[in-house]
């Protein structure tokens, strides 16, 4: 199976007051989906950050819109998609089971019972970025009070995995590098999981993190150009 994994399209952001929408708009019609018709993939996965904030301009939201219909509904090509911390997790969630149905899978929150989304018989297992006052609530576990003790509990809650399976995070994982491109959005000491917790994730700066198990980080289609 292929796949091609992308991330942190930060659809809607303003660099030095300047609207990028309409530059990132002709990376992903151009560049992106050049990409995607000359690989022909089994499906795409983009790990978070669809969005550069929670509430996004009127034509990022479009831009994005556009994209599902160009990518799910014109190639018929399956999309799994999870938010960021940038995403604000229920607005990327509304309609999703609905959306499921024509193999646009998007993942915002994670309940318990939640499976993975399968797709030629490989299981993918979407995590979005993990609150840890939402998992603490969801899962009604009063134990749950840093970064990694959301990841750990939503991952146990899986029971059994398949070997073949994937797991696609958003997470800042210890021991990884901040970039010049990162926007704060933490106040106090950024959270984090430990190291060899995620075996697929969207984190910055792989070359100083060691995994358990093969893993794979992704940059961003629509880099900063400022």
């Known amino acids: 199976m292929k796949w091609i994994h992308t991330a942190d399209w930060h659809l809607g952001k303003i660099v030095h007051g300047r609207h990028m929408t309409e530059e990132q708009q002709i990376i992903l019609f151009e560049s992106f989906l050049h990409i995607v018709d000359q690989e022909k993939p089994d499906a795409i996965v983009v790990a978070g950050d669809l969005y550069d904030r929670a509430v996004p301009p009127v034509e990022a939201v479009d831009l994005l819109d556009e994209m599902w219909r160009a990518l799910v509904l014109e190639r018929g090509i399956p999309v799994l998609a999870i938010a960021g911390n940038h995403d604000s997790a229920e607005r990327l969630q509304y309609s999703s089971k609905l959306l499921t149905k ?8 994670v309940e318990p019972g939640t499976g993975p989304i399968v797709v030629n018989d490989i299981p993918f297992y979407l995590m979005p970025f993990l609150e840890p006052a939402r998992i603490r609530y969801a899962f009604g576990d009063e134990s749950i009070r840093t970064h990694h003790d959301a990841l750990a509990a939503v991952v146990d809650s899986y029971g059994a995995i398949d070997a073949r399976a994937v797991a696609v995070g958003h997470s800042f994982v210890a021991g990884g590098l901040e970039t010049d491109s990162e926007r704060q959005l933490s106040v106090g000491t950024p959270a984090k999981s430990r190291k060899g917790c995620m075996p697929r994730s969207a984190i910055r700066r792989s070359d100083t993190c060691t995994t ?15």
Not at 102 to 109: A, D, E, F, N, Y
Request: glycine fraction near 14%.
């Open 212 to 226: 358990v198990t093969p893993s794979a980080t992704t940059g961003s289609p629509t880099a900063d150009r400022s």
């Open 102 to 109: 024509v193999g646009l899978h998007i993942v915002g929150k």
